[in-house]
C-alpha cells in the first residue's frame, strides 16, 4: 500500500514544490515507486518534473479532468523526466480554478473524491506526494483527507503561522468526524534557512519549537541559489548538487518516510 503525504502550507513561495520535488527524487532514485499529484492551478510541479517548463499543458487530461469525469487514473498519469526515476506525474493545471464551482462542495461525497479517485494508485505506487495550492481550499481539505500524513514546510515568516494552525485545525476536524481517522501530521520544517534571516529565524524556531514540539523537524533547507539553478535546468537540486548541504537535508527529510 502506498503512503500517501500531503505537502502544505497556505503561504506561498515557502517551498512546497521543492519538496515535493525532492522527495519524489528522493525515495523515486532508492528504487522506490512514486506518484506526484499536482493539486495546483500553477502546474509548477508538473511542468518541472515532467520536463516542460514555461510550457502550458492545459491541453491535456490532468487532476481536475480525474475528479470531474473519472477517466482511469492511468491514462492521466504520465512519466516524469529521467531525472526523476521511478516517478509518475499526474498533471495539475488552471481548470483547477474552477473545481469548487464543477464540485457539489455539500455533498458528503465530495471531501472523499480525491481518496477515491487515488484508490487504484494504492497498490501501484510505494508513495504518493500530493502539491498543494498556496490556500486553504477544498482541495487542501480533499487532500487532506486522501492522505495519511501531511508535512508542513514554513518559512517561519510570521504571516504563515496563522495558516498552519488552521491546516492543523482542519486535519483535527477530519480526523475526530470520521472523513480520516489515521491523518498524521509528519512534521513541520523550516526552510528558505539563511544568514541573511537568521535573527528573525531563531525567534520563528522558538514560536514554532513551542507551539509543535517534536512535530518541529530537525532538517532545516538552506536559501541557496542551488534551488533556482536545478530548476532552471529542470533537475531536483539532490541530482544536481548531490554535495550541497540543501540536498543532504531533503534526503535526511525523506529518511523520515523511509520506515520499514
Ligand atoms: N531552499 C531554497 N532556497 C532558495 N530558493 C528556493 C528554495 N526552495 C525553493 N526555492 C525557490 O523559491 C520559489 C518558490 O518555491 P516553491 O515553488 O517550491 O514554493 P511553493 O510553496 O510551492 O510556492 P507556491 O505556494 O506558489 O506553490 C521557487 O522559485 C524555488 O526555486
Ligand atoms: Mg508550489
Request: with cysteine; charged share 20%; glycine share 8%.
Amino acid at each position: 500500500m502506498a503512503r500517501s503525504i500531503a505537502v502544505v502550507n497556505e503561504k506561498g513561495g515557502v517551498g512546497k514544490t521543492a519538496a515535493v520535488s525532492e522527495l519524489a527524487y528522493a525515495l523515486g532514485s532508492q528504487g522506490h515507486t512514486v506518484l506526484v499529484v499536482d493539486l495546483d492551478s500553477q502546474a509548477n510541479a508538473s511542468r518541472l518534473l515532467l520536463g516542460r517548463m514555461g510550457e502550458s499543458q492545459d491541453d491535456e487530461p490532468n487532476v481536475f479532468h480525474l475528479l470531474t469525469q473519472s477517466p482511469k487514473l492511468s491514462e492521466v498519469w504520465r512519466p516524469a523526466a529521467d531525472a526523476w526515476p521511478n516517478t509518475m506525474v499526474i498533471p495539475g493545471g488552471v481548470l483547477l480554478t474552477g473545481l469548487e464551482a464543477a464540485l457539489p462542495r455539500h455533498m458528503p461525497g465530495t471531501f472523499q473524491k480525491l481518496k477515491q479517485t487515488l484508490a487504484p494508485a494504492q497498490k501501484a505506487f510505494d508513495y504518493v506526494l500530493l502539491d498543494l495550492p498556496p490556500a486553504l481550499s477544498l482541495i487542501t481539505t480533499m487532500a487532506l483527507t486522501a492522505a495519511d500524513c501531511y508535512l508542513c514546510p514554513t518559512d517561519g515568516g510570521a504571516h504563515g503561522q496563522k495558516g498552519l494552525q488552521q491546516i492543523h485545525q482542519i486535519a483535527d476536524q477530519l480526523k475526530t468526524s470520521g472523513f480520516n481517522k489515521r491523518l498524521a501530521c509528519a512534521g513541520v520544517f523550516v526552510t528558505m534557512f539563511g544568514k541573511a534571516n537568521a535573527r528573525a529565524m531563531k525567534a520563528a524556531l522558538r514560536d514554532l519549537e513551542t507551539e509543535y514540539g517534536a512535530q518541529l523537524l530537525a532538517e532545516r533547507i538552506p536559501h541557496t541559489v542551488k534551488a533556482r539553478e536545478a530548476e532552471r535546468v529542470g533537475q531536483p537540486v539532490g541530482a544536481y548538487a548531490p554535495k550541497s548541504p540543501i540536498a543532504a537535508a531533503y534526503r535526511a527529510l525523506a529518511a523520515h518516510f523511509k520506515e520499514g
